[in-house]
């Protein structure tokens, strides 16, 4: 249990090194792109896969978030990286920023495939 918990907060750690390189002036605007979309998509308090789906729900938070993370950090400047993860210890301390922007885009999504299926299911029946 130890060892997952190391692991959450080395992920926490790594996302908030990522938030403040995309705001770095020295990363190319290339990696700020998939970077912005890693760390709005970690921040955000929806998940694309909801985590009540069985396995799937939870697919997201083991796979999808640390691979994006992970390659995020192979194209940051090193330089930047260090600057940047001092700066995540200190904003650790006082909590993590939400993305409600992405967190309200993939709430929509969710809800227009509901209604979707509401009015597919609709026209079957009628």
């Known amino acids: 249990m130890e060892k997952i918990k190391a692991w959450a907060q080395n992920l926490k750690r790594q996302i908030f090194v ?5 705001k770095d002036k020295r990363v190319p605007w290339y990696v700020k ?4 979309f ?12 909801p985590d009540f789906i069985p ?7 083991v796979i999808i978030v640390p691979l994006g993370i992970m390659f995020s950090l192979k194209m940051i400047p090193k330089d930047v990286l260090s600057d940047c993860e001092v700066k ?3 904003k650790m301390r006082n909590g ?7 967190g309200s885009i993939i709430l ?17 029946l009628n």
Do not use: R
């Open 96 to 102: 993590k920023p939400k993305n409600w922007i992405v």
């Open 88 to 90: 995540a210890k200190e």
């Open 33 to 36: 792109l998939f970077t912005g």
């Open 18 to 22: 990522l938030y403040f390189a995309y």
């Open 55 to 61: 396995i799937l729900g939870y697919l997201d938070d």
């Open 108 to 124: 929509l999504v969710w809800i227009l495939i509901i209604l979707w299926i509401i009015i597919k299911v609709y026209q079957l």
């Open 38 to 49: 890693v760390v709005a998509y970690a921040f955000s308090p929806v998940d694309l896969i």
